[in-house]
């Protein structure tokens, strides 16, 4: 995986480095963990029993890293969630799974 | 302090809670430079990691949203624990309603989420630690840890703010202090010495809550108050130490107190209080009073005693200090003939002028630094004896003080006939006075003294007879040579019935003893008359001469070898 995968990717690469006190190593180090957090995982299966409170601790969480990472598309997705996770809006959050899952998968593919 | 840590590559510590593993080692590599870091996953692993003490935490990171105990709950749990509360926390959230409630749990500042760049965060956390430790350095040399008065030195500076809002207002210094304190930490322990300075500062501040009043501890067991204007100091140092007597089990707790009233505001704090101490410790050790006030002639004359203190070396050197002579004629002869006489110091000062004997000798008896003047006037005389003897070939015994102290001093004989020794005199040349006050303080080990001088040769002439409080019995088994009558009853003898008596009956006392007696402070021609009348054997005073130095005095000897 390089920087430049990451941005293709749609990452605001020179913001996470910058957090990552221009560490390009550690940065991209920081982006594989967190292709294996367990949240992802957590996030479908909250989804998939339609656990709203859970579905949002996970997502909330999952923001947090998604953010200082600054994996942009992936961040969008998970906010847009929380948003509606917060308020519980009645809605078919797979959708937003599905796409989390396969920018995920997108980002794997550079490993 | 921050230049002290860094040499000696001392960093601070900062704990981040967050329970994710990517935010923390985000953070982490932010700090890691300029802190150690320690991590916990929730607000229960911090919680015991705080509990546990061996981490000096100086920040504390946390996020809100966290599995077992989150960011909330932790600030509640610390909000009301003193040791852990004065540290400071700074929240990570991005969100509005979290702010609020975390504030109101007590935390001081937050981090955004996503982070915003290491610069900002970093600045973040030092000013939130420097704010910490300098409000902590504050109110850590703000007050006495002990009793909660102030410092010194913001007490001082807590009325130099008053003094700059002067409403014409008198305020008085007041210094109070626990009579031989350093004995309550000895018997009773240094907990118990730190309870009662604890109780009394406790009670002090009561007293005086109604009114305006600061307090201070600058040291020990002093303790400073600057209040209103009071009158009543005896009743509330008596009231305070009855209450304090009641709260504690340690007897007998004296307290003395020194007031400078209406202290003046044009002197500094620190001279306000130093006239107040001076005041309180004049009454050191005098239970009988509790309370003393500062005056401008007592403080006057104590440093006018130090001034001399500190001189008497440069005096002795620079011979401001001289040595005067007074005849003493014996008078039981036709016409009086010059038997002998007395050495006395007399000081001649750069900046006082003449100074009385009256005024340094009982200082310097009172510190022991009349032994060194003593030590003088005895060389002196020892010297002028000789050199009579050697312009005259007629020797004049001269009688010189021996105060208490010399008498305990070991070196006394070997330094008296020392001095025989060096100046070729006899024994009975260099006679000695020792007040009657002296005998009858250690009769015992003075008149060993005593008599080993006497065997040596030397002549005791007892000074200031009448004038101490001798037993009858005792004065039988003294070892003198002659009575010195105290000055009084010759002054008063032919004015008041009961000296003439007195005289009488000394004269009685020394013809029992078959010892000579000699007059002091004899001034015409009909006190000559009476104590010749009555035995009296000897006479010095103004009638014949007033103390004159050496130079005068060679004029009676000069007449006395014209009379043979």
Redesign the interface.
Known sequence: MTVDNLRDFGANVDEGIRRCVNNETFYLTMVQKALNDKSFDQLNEAVDSKDIDRAFEVAHALKGVLGNLALTPMFETVSEMVELLRSKTDTDYSIYTEKINAQKKQLEEYL | MNDFRYSYGLKRHILIID?????R??LG??LKNDYEISFADNGAMAYEMLKDHSLKISLILL?L?MPVMDGFEFLEKIKDDESLNAVPVIVMTSEKPAEVRSIKLGADDFIA???D??EVILARCERIIQLYEDKSIITSTEKDHLTGLYTLEFFNEYIRQIDSLDIGKSYDALVLNIEHFHMVNEMFGRKAGDDVLKMLSDLLSDTFKDSFSIGCRPAADYFYFYLDHNDGYDKIVNSVQERLAGFSHIPKIHLRAGVYFDADKSLTPDCRFDHAKFACDRIRGDYSSQVSVYSKESYDADLYHEHLINDIDDAIANKDLTVFYQPKYFIQSDKPVLKSAEALIRWKHPEFGMISPGEFIPLFESNGLIQKLDHYVWEETAKQIKTWKERFGYSVPVSVNVSRIDIYDPELESRLTGLLKEYDLKPSELMLEITESAYSDDAKGLTDVVERLRKIGFKIEMDDFGSGYSSLNMITTLPIDALKMDMKFIRNMNRDEKSLKLVELVLEIAGFLEVPTIAEGVEDADQIEALKKMGCDIVQGYYFSKPVPPNDFEEFIKKELNKH
């Open positions: 329970d994710e593993e990517i935010n080692e985000i590599n932010m996020d949203l989420k996503p982070y760049s290491p």
